[in-house]
């Protein structure tokens, strides 16, 4: 596929660098000639300085032959003029990235008016991410698949846990829980586990079950999925607002500290229901007086990392809340998952991630077959759904017969509305739903899977 990306700031530069990994053509546009060529430096891509509203600036990157355009500068109305040119001048999908609030109660028009493909909110994305860790607390990270039937669900085994020093094997067999561990990050390597695979405290294990497994799961192993009544939010911005919204009709109540007290007005009015405190959440003696060592969940989203990562260290040291934390750079992603932050966020991986499900969907209708993707352990490994099609060197054969790439685990197949844990007399039939969990990226058919 052939992809025009205008907008070389965070979200750009990431979605170039995914999209690079999975072989598409890739073109970029950004103003900055020096940003421009620093990434056509880095990595595989062909680069145009100028103005991505401009229709001869696009017919120089080549959209007349383009499948998809996506703009994420940072202007909404500059992304929405290069979709409508992009429309007009190759007739190419478009995908635009808009994050003013002001535009969400009328997002569908403009989508339907402009011809957009999909409009893209890197912090409304990001604030659905932290209201469900917050409605399922036991979790780090949490997605779905098979239309929300079935779950993948990361967190770090305790200490205490009965699956230290367990292998994975005898998960099953021992905790009578019908879940799959499907990856392992044990310090900074990133494993596809084996039934002998050993389990250590410490560990990050990312594991697929439905939400009634995930709960009997989490109190085999020792973990309490405690209901969060009262969050504090620190950082009145975007997501902050988001996330406030998006509880309001749920029984958390929310106080957020935000230090511009023009800001603390409009979130006042914006949400009756939040408590806004007008404050420096540097200040410990603040916190404290606003009762962070009682609180059940505390997020950290200013929009500074080092802020973030302090208060966040802060908090675990007072209490024993379920932390979140907005990480925007991701250069020392080793060191921060050392620290103990919580659930990290990463608006722009959230954003690439959306933005990656969408081009596999296109590419389903250009040959691929992957329903669904996630990124499940920052961009180290991926989880595929794909739909059984006929494919002579797959379908019926016994899995314990296929030729499987290395780091490679098929997870679940679904079956006429039924689940099957695979093992390896089972076979791939045609119509199945199948997910796979893989080290190796750019898979964009089931047969990819093969040696």
């Known amino acids: ?175 009578k829980c019908n879940v799959l561990i499907c990856a392992i990050e044990h310090n900074s390597e990133v494993i596809i586990p084996g039934g002998d695979s050993i389990i250590s405290a410490g560990d990050k294990i990312s594991f697929i079950a439905s939400p009634v497994e995930s709960n009997e799961f989490f109190k085999q192993v020792g973990i309490d999925n405690n209901v969060i009544k009262t969050a504090m939010l620190v950082g009145g911005g975007k997501i902050t607002y988001y996330v406030a919204k998006m509880l309001e009709n749920t029984k958390i109540k929310v106080k957020i500290l935000e230090q511009n007290a023009e800001r603390c007005n409009e979130l006042s009015e914006l949400l009756p229901r939040a408590m806004v405190i007008n404050g420096d959440a540097s200040d410990q003696e603040l916190l404290l007086q606003e009762g962070i060592g009682q609180t059940d969940a505390f997020a950290s989203l200013t929009g500074f990392d080092e802020e973030n990562i302090m208060l966040s260290l802060y908090a675990a040291s007072q209490s024993k809340a379920k932390l979140i934390t907005k990480i925007n750079r991701i250069a ?82 679904m079956r006429k509305g039924r689940f099957i844990s695979p093992r390896g007399k089972d076979t791939l039939e045609e119509g199945d739903r199948v997910i796979v969990v893989t080290t190796v990226t750019g898979l964009n058919d089931l047969k990819d899977i093969l040696r």
Do not use: W
């Open 1 to 175: 596929m052939k992809i025009i990306i205008v907008g070389c700031g965070k979200v750009g530069t990431t979605l170039a660098e995914q999209l690079n990994k999975e072989q598409h053509d890739i073109v970029i546009i950004d103003k900055n000639a020096g940003v421009v060529n620093s990434i056509s430096e880095r990595i595989d891509v062909m680069g145009v300085v100028g103005n991505g509203a401009v229709n001869k600036v696009q017919m120089e990157a080549g959209i007349e032959d383009t499948d998809l355009l996506i703009a994420t500068t940072n202007s909404d109305e500059l992304n929405m003029l290069c979709c409508l040119i992009a429309k007009k001048a190759g007739n190419c999908h478009t995908i635009a990235r808009i994050r003013n609030p002001e535009y969400d109660s009328q997002i569908g028009y403009i989508r339907e008016e402009l011809g957009l493909s999909l409009a893209i909110n890197p912090e409304m994305a990001a604030a659905m991410e932290i209201a469900r860790l917050l409605r399922f607390p036991s979790a780090i990270k949490i997605d779905t698949f098979a239309k929300g039937k079935k779950e993948i669900l990361k967190f770090i085994v305790p200490d205490h846990s009965v699956l230290n020093n367990m292998k994975v094997r005898d998960v099953l067999v021992r905790l």
């Open 332 to 413: 020392f992603e080793n060191v921060i998952d050392s620290m103990n932050l919580g659930s990290i966020i990463y608006p722009k991986l959230i954003t690439a991630e959306t933005i990656l499900q969408y081009v596999r969907a296109m590419q389903n209708s250009m040959g691929s077959n992957v329903e669904t993707l996630y990124k499940i352990v920052a961009d180290r490994a991926e989880a595929l759904e794909f739909k059984v099609v006929n494919e002579p060197c797959i379908v019926g054969i016994p899995l314990e017969k296929l030729e499987l790439k290395d780091n490679l685990l098929v997870a679940y197949i």
